[in-house]
C-alpha cells in the first residue's frame, strides 16, 4: 500500500484546510487509517483515526471540535477537515493506513505517506 497525501499549505489563524490522503492497492476498504503530525523540534503525533467501516474516529484533545476525520470508500480516500486551524497546529501533517486499530492508534502503522506541510500563521 502506497500513500499519497495531499492538500496541506499557508493560511492564516481561523481558516481551514482539508488534507486528504489516497492508498493505491485494493485494500482500503478493510483498513484503517489515521493522520499524524509532526512540528518542528517535535516527535511525531497522533491525531485522529477513522475504522476500516467508518464508524469510529478518535482525535487527540488538541484537535477535538476542530478537526473532523472521514472517509470515502467509493472513492479510495480518507479525509482530515481542519478548521479553525491555530498556529500550534503548524506541522507536517502524515497520513497512516494499519489493519490492527489499536497499533494506528499506539503509532505503529502498517503503513506511512509522505507527508503534507500545514503552516498557519498568527
Known amino acids: 500500500v502506497q500513500l499519497q497525501a495531499s492538500g496541506g499549505g499557508l493560511v492564516q489563524a481561523g481558516a481551514s484546510l482539508r488534507l486528504s490522503c489516497a492508498p493505491s492497492?485494493?485494500?482500503?476498504?478493510?483498513?484503517?487509517m489515521g493522520w499524524f503530525r509532526q512540528a518542528p523540534g517535535k516527535g511525531r503525533e497522533f491525531v485522529a483515526s477513522?475504522?476500516?467501516?467508518?464508524?469510529?474516529?478518535e482525535y487527540t484533545d488538541s484537535v477535538k471540535g476542530r478537526f473532523t476525520v472521514s472517509r470515502d470508500n467509493s472513492k479510495k480516500t480518507v479525509y482530515l477537515q481542519m478548521d479553525s486551524l491555530q498556529s500550534e497546529d503548524t506541522a507536517i501533517y502524515y497520513c497512516?493506513?494499519?489493519?490492527?486499530?489499536?497499533?494506528?492508534?499506539?503509532?505503529?502503522?502498517?503503513?506511512w505517506g509522505q507527508g503534507t506541510q500545514v503552516t498557519v500563521s498568527s
Open positions: 497512516a493506513a494499519a489493519v490492527s486499530s489499536q497499533h494506528l492508534r499506539a503509532g505503529r502503522p502498517d503503513y
Open positions: 492497492g485494493s485494500t482500503f476498504r478493510n483498513i484503517n
Open positions: 477513522i475504522t476500516w467501516s467508518g464508524v469510529f474516529t
